[in-house]
T-cell receptor, first 109, second 116 residues
Framework: GEDVEQSLFLSVREGDSSVINCTYT??????LYWYKQEPGAGLQLLTY?????DMKQDQRLTVLLNKKDKHLSLRIADTQTGDSAIYFC?????????FGKGTRLSVIA | GAVVSQHPSWVICKSGTSVKIECRSL??????MFWYRQFPKQSLMLMAT?????????EQGVEKDKFLINHASLTLSTLTVTSAHPEDSSFYIC????????????FGPGTRLTVT
């Protein structure tokens, strides 16, 4: 089946930029997503990118997509303590969303 | 944006009993709803996909007789965990899309089930 891989942990200092990386295997992916999950809560859609785009910027968030390498990244500028959460990469092709295991972002004040 | 609610947000039940979790789309019609299960510190595992008015499609390894899914209307899907056991304790999350396999899935806040 299709697979989505992410690093499990990332720790950054407040004010620095965070970059969370993701790779996927589904060549038919049409949309790729980033979700945020805070402790004990559901998923919050942060942003998404259509597969024919290379980059999308939304305020502090920048998504980069390298379709050839099937690599997706999420950059959070000026990371704040409120950004501490688990970030899930997900892809959608011909199947329902396939999620990565999530990257736990810890922001050190 | 579209809102999906779940009820209850948490539930504790005894082994052998059944528990029902509701998933509602509050301001849109959800032709397709998905049920996920999330173990601690792990990703979401898709359990089943349900389309309004038809039987749910279960993922491999998910017992359809244990996890009963009903999608009786365009705004409501229910997941019933029958004869619950402690290993069924988990975080259950539903999501919904408009118009079938739409590009966005809207997620509910999740239901934490603890079976004692």
């Amino acid at each position: 089946g299709e697979d989505v891989e992410q690093s499990l942990f990332l720790s950054v200092r407040e004010g620095d930029s965070s970059v969370i990386n993701c790779t996927y295997t589904d060549s038919s992916s049409t949309y790729l997503y980033w979700y945020k999950q805070e402790p004990g809560a559901g998923l919050q859609l942060l942003t998404y990118i259509f597969s024919n785009m290379d980059m999308k910027q939304d305020q502090r968030l920048t998504v980069l997509l390298n379709k050839k390498d099937k690599h997706l990244s999420l950059r959070i500028a000026d990371t704040q303590t409120g950004d501490s959460a688990i970030y899930f990469c997900a892809e959608k092709g011909n199947t329902p969303l396939v999620f990565g295991k999530g990257t736990r972002l810890s922001v050190i004040a | 944006g579209a809102v999906v609610s779940q009820h209850p947000s948490w539930v504790i039940c005894k082994s052998g009993t059944s528990v029902k979790i509701e998933c509602r789309s509050l301001d849109f019609q959800a032709t397709t709803m998905f049920w996920y299960r999330q173990f601690p510190k792990q990703s979401l595992m898709l359990m089943a996909t349900s389309n309004e008015g038809s039987k749910a499609t279960y993922e491999q390894g998910v017992e359809k007789d244990k996890f009963l899914i009903n999608h009786a209307s365009l705004t409501l899907s229910t997941l019933t965990v029958t004869s619950a056991h402690p290993e069924d304790s988990s975080f259950y999350i539903c999501s919904a899309t408009q118009g079938g396999q739409g590009r966005e899935q809207y997620f509910g806040p999740g239901t934490r089930l603890t079976v004692t």
